[in-house]
C-alpha cells in the first residue's frame, strides 16, 4: 500500500464521512470565523462533522460578513429586523425578487446560487405564471474559492446585456455565493446602455420572500433615482400624468389601483405606478409624485429612496370606512389638497363603503395570519364587516408606515404579532378555537384537523379587492361560505376519529399495534446522545 492509499484509509478511520481522496482530510485553514458564538469561543466540528452549513444561519452570516459583505449584512439586519423563528418560514426568500424580475419587461434575471436551490426557484416561479427563462451560472467549490465564479458571472452579463432586447440585467446572489462574498458590487453598473442591478438575497439575511422584493425594488428605485438626478430620463409608456400622482407601493389586486384612482379623482390626483413596478421606466415615474402611499408597510428600502427623493409617504390604505376617511385625510395632508375638496370626496366614497358593508355582514370569530404584508388591512375590513377578530399575525416586521392600522386594531381588542412564526399563529388559534382560520398552507392544514373552517390567505384572501367601495363587501362571499361548513368538518371528524393518525397512520395489511417499550428506549438513546454532546461543547476550547 503506497503513502496516498495509506492516507486515505487513515483518514477513513477518523470520519464517519466518506472519503475518497485525501484532499477530502486535510485540514481547513481557518475553517469558522472567530468569535461566532457567544461568549467569544468559536464554534468547533463535532464528531458527527455539524459545523458551518445551509442549516447554520449565524455562522453563513458571519462568514458573509468576513468575506467582505458585512455592511450588506448590516443593512438586512437594520432593514429588515429577525423573528423569533431561526430560519423562513415562508417559500426562500429569494423567489420574491425572483418575481419581481421576471414581472418586469425588457429585464433579464440570474441567479448564482446552488443547482437545487436554483431548480427549486424556477419551478416556483413558473408554476406562479412566470412565462421567461431563468439564467443560471453554475459553480463548484474551485469556482466558488477561487474567484472563478464571480469571472463567470461577469461572462454571462456581458453576454446577456444586449441593449436591442433588455433594460436591465438582474443578478442575485443565493445563500452560497453570499456567504462566500461573491462581490456583485464589483460588476459594471453598465454594459451597452443596459443597467447590471446585482444583489444579494440569502435566506439567512432576508426573513421572508415579501421583503425580498423590496430588496430588488429598492435596488432599482436607488438606480433609477440617481439616473434623473444626472438629467432628463425617458417618459413613461403612456406619458406623463396631467395631474399630480400618488405612487402606491406594494402588489395588490390589479383592481385595486383603478378603485384607489377613482377615490384620488376629487383630490384633483391621479394613481401613479404601482411599485415593484413592470417597466424600467415607470420608476422614473414612481419617483415623480407627489406623494407615496405605503399600501404594504414593510418596503423598508424603498422608501428609504422615495424620502431620499424628497417625498412624503403615507402608511395605511383606503380599507373600510375609517381606513378610507383616515387615509384621504392623510393624503390630501401630503399633497397639500384643500380641506373642501376631502370633504367632497369622504362624502362620496364613504357611504358607499358603509353602505357596502351593511348589506354584506360577517358574523363570526375569525383568526388571521400570513406573509403578504396587508394581514392588518384584511383584519380591518373584516372587523368592520362585523367579524371578531382576536388575533392577527403576520410575517412581517414591525414598521411605522403600519402603526396606524396596529393602533386601531389594539383598540378594538386585536392582539397583532409581527414576525409571527408558525407556532404563534397555531397557538393562538388552539387558544381562541375561532369560527374559521384564515392562514398560510400549514395554518390551514392544522385548522382542518381540529376540524375548524380555513382558508388560505395568499390564494382565497389576497386574491380580492380591498379598497374603498370595491373592496367593502367583497370578502364577505367567501368568508360566509367557510363559516357555513363547520358542520360539515364536524361529520367528517366524526367518521375519520382516529383513523391516519399516530402510530397507526398509513396503509396496513394488518392492524398495526403501538410498541410504546421501543419508543422509550430511542428516546433514552437520544437523550443520551445529547447530553454526550453538551458535555463535549462545554469542554472545548475557545
Known amino acids: 500500500m503506497d503513502k496516498y492509499d495509506t492516507d486515505t484509509a487513515q483518514a477513513a478511520k477518523t470520519t464517519t464521512e466518506v472519503v475518497y481522496d485525501p484532499v477530502g482530510a486535510a485540514a481547513l485553514a481557518d475553517p ?6 457567544a461568549g467569544g469561543c468559536a464554534p468547533t466540528l463535532d464528531a458527527a462533522g455539524d459545523g458551518l452549513g445551509c442549516h447554520n444561519k449565524i455562522g453563513m452570516r458571519e462568514a458573509a460578513a468576513k468575506a467582505g459583505l458585512g455592511d450588506v449584512m448590516q443593512r438586512y439586519a437594520e432593514d429588515y429586523p429577525q423573528g423569533p423563528h431561526d430560519q423562513p418560514q415562508s417559500m426562500c426568500p429569494a423567489f420574491g425578487s425572483l418575481r419581481v424580475g421576471l414581472r418586469m419587461r425588457r429585464t ?4 448564482s446560487g446552488s443547482a437545487c436551490c436554483v431548480y427549486g426557484l424556477t419551478f416556483t416561479s413558473h408554476f406562479y405564471g412566470a412565462k421567461r427563462s431563468v439564467g443560471y451560472v453554475p459553480f463548484s467549490s474551485e469556482t466558488l474559492v477561487t474567484g472563478k465564479l464571480f469571472e463567470d458571472i461577469r461572462e454571462a452579463v456581458y453576454k446577456l446585456a444586449d441593449p436591442e432586447k433588455y433594460d436591465a440585467v438582474v443578478i442575485t446572489n443565493l445563500c452560497v455565493p453570499t456567504a462566500s462574498g461573491v462581490p456583485l458590487r464589483l460588476l459594471p453598473k453598465e454594459i451597452n446602455g443596459v443597467r447590471i442591478i446585482g444583489i ?3 435566506g439567512f439575511g432576508v426573513p421572508t420572500h415579501a421583503e425580498a422584493k423590496d430588496v430588488l ?12 438626478e444626472q438629467g432628463p430620463v425617458q417618459a413613461p409608456r403612456q406619458g406623463r400624468s396631467e395631474r399630480p400622482t400618488v405612487t402606491l407601493v406594494g402588489e395588490m389586486f390589479p383592481a ?3 378603485g384607489i384612482g377613482m377615490m384620488l379623482e376629487p383630490l384633483g390626483l391621479a394613481a401613479g405606478p404601482v411599485v415593484p413596478t413592470r417597466e424600467w421606466r415607470e420608476l422614473y415615474a414612481a419617483l415623480d409624485c407627489a406623494a407615496v402611499a405605503a399600501i404594504h408597510p414593510f418596503y423598508t428600502a424603498s422608501y428609504r429612496e422615495f424620502e431620499a427623493a424628497g417625498r412624503a409617504i403615507v402608511g395605511s390604505a383606503p380599507v373600510g370606512h375609517d ?6 385625510e392623510a393624503i390630501g395632508k401630503a399633497c397639500n389638497v384643500s380641506d373642501d375638496l376631502v370633504a367632497a370626496a369622504k362624502n362620496r366614497f364613504l357611504p358607499a363603503i358603509r353602505g357596502a358593508l351593511s348589506k354584506m355582514p360577517i358574523k363570526g370569530r375569525i383568526t388571521l395570519s400570513g406573509y403578504e404584508g396587508s394581514e392588518l388591512l384584511v383584519a380591518r375590513l373584516l372587523i368592520e364587516s362585523g367579524a371578531e377578530v382576536p388575533y392577527v399575525g403576520t410575517a412581517c416586521p414591525r414598521t411605522r408606515w403600519s402603526d396606524a392600522d396596529r393602533e386601531w386594531l389594539v383598540e378594538r381588542g386585536v392582539h397583532v404579532q409581527y414576525r409571527a412564526s408558525l407556532e404563534q399563529d397555531i397557538a393562538a388559534m388552539k387558544e381562541v378555537r375561532p369560527d374559521l382560520a384564515i392562514g398560510t398552507t400549514p395554518v390551514v392544514q392544522k385548522a382542518k384537523e381540529m376540524a375548524i373552517p380555513a382558508l388560505y390567505f395568499t390564494n382565497l384572501i389576497s386574491a380580492r379587492p380591498l379598497m374603498g367601495p370595491a373592496g367593502a363587501g367583497s370578502l364577505a362571499q367567501v368568508i360566509n361560505a367557510a363559516l357555513g361548513n363547520k358542520a360539515r368538518f364536524d361529520t367528517m371528524r366524526e367518521f375519520f376519529e382516529g383513523v391516519g393518525t399516530g402510530f397507526a397512520a398509513g396503509v396496513w395489511e394488518d392492524v398495526p399495534h403501538d410498541r410504546p417499550e421501543f419508543r422509550k428506549k430511542n428516546l433514552a438513546q437520544f437523550a443520551k446522545a445529547a447530553k454526550e454532546k453538551a458535555s463535549v461543547a462545554e469542554d472545548a476550547p475557545c
Open 32 to 37: 469558522v470565523p472567530a468569535g461566532s458564538s
Open 108 to 111: 433579464a434575471t440570474v441567479l
Open 200 to 202: 444579494d438575497v440569502p
Open 217 to 228: 425594488a429598492g435596488a432599482m428605485l436607488n438606480y433609477a433615482r440617481l439616473e434623473a
Open 256 to 258: 385595486d389601483p383603478v
Open 323 to 328: 381606513g378610507t376617511a383616515a387615509w384621504l
